[in-house]
């Protein structure tokens, strides 16, 4: 199967500050999503980015599918930002592996 | 357009009891899917549905497991009985594929099942 690394684990930072969160894959993919799963458990789509770069107001996501990396920008971070980031490769036809995540905590 | 509808948003029963958790997946979506997490194990594919016929369910983790989507706009997840083993969130996803869609998977909110 393909292996999913998403890096750091755990990133604590300070209301304002930015952060970058990193995926890597170990073989090519089909598909890559990002997704926020927030204290209450819900998970919220980010980016649908196989391959580029998007933007959506604080967040941005760069996808380098030849080099096998994502990456997550969050930009002046807030406390409602806190939460769990995991990345999503769909590597077989409708089947996605997810990373373990990068839980983050945004501090007042 | 609502998103992905799951119910109940929490269940504890007791261990050998049957479960069923309900998903009402995004209108015209093709593909719906079955997902598990808990903290050993993560997000897990347990089974998927493409116009309401069972695909893949090779995730599925034994015969006390069972799926089924009548129609386009109901899927449940039955088990039968219940072990404390069982306890995690369960979560359902849809996605379109037909047309120009990207693709993108939406999960509901999850049902929480605690098994005691």
């Known amino acids: 199967g393909i292996q999913v690394e998403q890096s750091p684990p755990d990133l604590i930072l300070q209301e304002g500050a930015n952060s970058t969160l990193r995926c890597n894959f170990s073989?090519?993919?089909?598909?890559l999503q990002w997704f926020h799963q927030n204290p209450w458990g819900q998970l919220i789509n980010l980016f649908y980015i196989p391959s580029g770069t998007k933007q959506n107001g604080r967040l941005s996501a760069t996808t380098v599918a030849t080099e096998r990396y994502s990456l997550l920008y969050i930009s002046s971070s807030q406390t409602t930002d806190s939460g769990v980031y995991f990345c999503?490769?769909?590597?077989?036809?409708?089947?996605?592996?997810f990373g373990s995540g990068t839980k983050l905590n945004v501090k007042p | 357009d609502a998103g992905v509808i799951q119910s109940p948003r929490h269940e504890v029963t007791e261990m050998g009891q049957e479960v069923t958790l309900r998903c009402k997946p995004i209108?015209?979506?093709?593909?719906l899917f079955w997902y598990r997490q808990t903290m050993m194990r993560g997000l897990e594919l347990l089974i998927y549905?493409?116009?309401?016929?069972?695909?893949?369910d090779s995730g599925m983790p034994e015969d006390r497991f069972s799926a089924k989507m009548p129609n386009a706009s109901f899927s449940t997840l039955k088990i039968q009985p219940s072990e404390p083993r069982d306890s995690a969130v369960y979560f359902c996803?849809?996605?379109?594929?037909?047309?120009?869609?990207?693709?993108?998977?939406?999960f509901g909110e999850g049902s929480r099942l605690t098994v005691l």
């Open positions: 996803a849809s996605r379109r594929l037909a047309g120009r869609e990207t693709g993108e998977l939406f």
């Open positions: 073989d090519s993919v089909n598909n």
């Open positions: 209108s015209g979506h093709d593909y």
């Open positions: 999503a490769v769909e590597y077989n036809f409708n089947k996605f592996y």
């Open positions: 549905f493409n116009n309401n016929v069972p695909i893949d």
